[in-house]
């Protein structure tokens, strides 16, 4: 590479474009984005994005930090893969976009009220207790998360679908008592324990 391309890459490559490579899972395919916007048009929220993963990219090329970190665009991603399908350098932008969202988190930066997020972070939550989610306690969490009359008033809605998922019997009352879970609780446990020691490390080198 000669001196001149050397000096336009290091201009090219911002302080954020490293930190996203260096911090963010699958980060170093940032800078292969060729803007075809393939992955947009192939989203099937694409329309729904206020960045999409195209725009995401040359914003953290640009410099951006906080507009990125900020955003809601990563909590977007439902993880249908069409993207990673149909990219033309099969780019990781599922991944990305999942790293940016987990980054944007442990910095304290993502957005609180962003649906998404709420919903992961309770089905998380759920999911901890037990190593497996008590589909029940789920709902209802969802359901009384703005409150007492409000989840009041999505129950009643939600009613006929309860009904029937009871009928069917993928809805079982009893298990807002008993539920069910994985056998090894304690190694789920453990694992849980070392998972967030390597994010708090993380967390401290971002910082």
């Not at 292969?32 to 947009?40: A, E, F, K, P, T």
């Not at 992961?120 to 009359?149: C, H, M, P, Q």
């Not at 069917?168 to 069910?180: I, T, V, Y």
């Not at 879970?181 to 967030?196: E, H, N, Q």
Request: charged content about 25%.
């Amino acid at each position: 590479m000669s001196d001149l391309n050397a000096q336009a890459v290091a201009k090219y490559r911002t302080n954020f474009l490293k930190e996203v490579e260096e911090r963010v899972e699958e980060g170093e395919w940032v800078k292969m984005c060729m803007q075809c916007g393939v992955c947009s048009g192939s989203c099937p929220l694409g329309p729904y994005w206020a960045h999409p993963p195209q725009e995401i990219f040359m914003m953290i090329r640009a410099g951006r930090r906080d507009e990125v970190l900020t955003s809601d665009s990563m909590w977007m991603c439902t993880s249908c893969y069409n993207c990673i399908v149909r990219c033309p350098r099969k780019l990781p932008i599922t991944h990305i976009m999942h790293g940016l969202a987990n980054y944007a988190h442990r910095l304290g930066l993502a957005p609180k009220n962003q649906p998404t997020r709420v919903f992961a972070t309770l089905f998380w939550n759920n999911l901890i207790r037990t190593g497996r989610v008590n589909e029940l306690k789920l709902s209802l969490a969802l359901y009384f998360k703005d409150g007492f009359k409000q989840g009041i008033q999505n129950a009643l809605n939600m009613q006929k679908t309860g009904l029937g998922l009871m009928k069917a019997k993928r809805l079982n009352p009893f298990e807002l008592f008993s539920g069910h879970g994985c056998k090894d609780k304690k190694g789920i446990a453990a694992m849980l324990k070392k998972a967030r020691e390597i994010e708090a490390s993380r967390k401290h080198f971002a910082n």
